[in-house]
T-cell receptor, first 115, second 109 residues
Framework: DGGITQSPKYLFRKEGQNVTLSCEQN?????MYWYRQDPGQGLRLIYY???????QKGDIAEGYSVSREKKESFPLTVTSAQKNPTAFYLC??????????????FGSGTRLTVV | RKEVEQDPGPFNVPEGATVAFNCTYS??????FFWYRQDCRKEPKLLMS???SGNEDGRFTAQLNRASQYISLLIRDSKLSDSATYLC??????????FGAGTQVVVTP
C-alpha cells in the first residue's frame, strides 16, 4: 500500500545534539512538507519542497535543515540551534495538483523530546 | 490575529445528538478549504473538502461562507467514535495549507 513512513516514532535528544527525522513516501508525490505541532497550537510549517533538489523555508525554519535528493525522501535535521525542539513533527506530501483539491497525506509523526 | 481561528472547545455532545462548530479565516483570497480529523497523539487525516455550495458526506455536512469568511462543520447522530479534534484547513498559496489549532469534540454515552 502507498503511504508516508516517518521514523523513528519517538526520539530523544540531548542538549547540543543534532538529530535527523526520516520521511519516505511511495505515493509518487511531487511535494513534501514538514510541520511541527505543539499542544494547543495548529500545525506550523517548517520547510517544504515542490520538486527534487529544491526546498523553501516555511514559517519557522530557524534551527532546522532539510534536503531533497530523491523524490521519495525528505529528511529533517533538528540542529542544536533550535532552542525548543520538543514537539510532534509531521511530514506530509501531495501531488502537483492535489493540494488545492485533496489536501495532504500525512505520516504518523515523530515525537521528539529533549532530555 | 491568527490566520485560521477555531473555538478550541471541548464540545461535549451526547451520543446521537448534533454538534456544529465554525472556523474563521483571515485571507479573503483563500481558495480551498478542508476539515481534517486528528485523534489523540495521531496524525491528521482528511475528513472532507469544503465546496462553495456546501457538501455532505454521510453524517457530516460542511458549509462555506465566503462573504463572512468562515466554514462550518456539522455532525449529525454523533457516535462515540466521532470524539476527536477537528482541524480547519485553508489554502491560499499553492501547496501551503494553513491549519487551525483545532476544535475538540467529546461524544459521551
Amino acid at each position: 500500500d502507498g503511504g508516508i513512513t516517518q521514523s523513528p516514532k519517538y526520539l530523544f535528544r540531548k542538549e547540543g545534539q543534532n538529530v535527523t527525522l526520516s520521511c519516505e513516501q511511495n505515493l509518487n508525490h511531487d511535494a513534501m512538507y514538514w510541520y511541527r505541532q505543539d499542544p494547543g497550537q495548529g500545525l506550523r510549517l517548517i520547510y517544504y519542497s515542490q520538486i527534487v533538489n529544491d526546498f523553501q523555508k516555511g514559517d519557522i525554519a530557524e534551527g532546522y535543515s532539510v534536503s531533497r535528493e530523491k523524490k521519495e525522501s525528505f529528511p529533517l535535521t533538528v540542529t542544536s540551534a533550535q532552542k525548543n525542539p520538543t514537539a510532534f513533527y509531521l511530514c506530509a506530501s501531495s501531488s502537483r495538483d492535489s493540494p488545492t483539491s485533496y489536501g495532504y497525506t500525512f505520516g504518523s509523526g515523530t515525537r521528539l523530546t529533549v532530555v | 490575529r491568527k490566520e485560521v481561528e477555531q473555538d478550541p472547545g471541548p464540545f461535549n455532545v451526547p451520543e446521537g445528538a448534533t454538534v456544529a462548530f465554525n472556523c474563521t479565516y483571515s485571507n479573503s483570497a483563500s481558495q480551498s478549504f478542508f476539515w481534517y480529523r486528528q485523534d489523540c497523539r495521531k496524525e491528521p487525516k482528511l475528513l472532507m473538502s469544503v465546496y462553495s455550495s456546501g457538501n455532505e458526506d454521510g453524517r457530516f455536512t460542511a458549509q462555506l461562507n465566503r462573504a463572512s469568511q468562515y466554514i462550518s462543520l456539522l455532525i449529525r447522530d454523533s457516535k462515540l467514535s466521532d470524539s476527536a479534534t477537528y482541524l480547519c484547513v485553508v489554502n491560499w498559496n499553492w501547496g501551503k495549507l494553513q491549519f487551525g489549532a483545532g476544535t475538540q469534540v467529546v461524544v459521551t454515552p
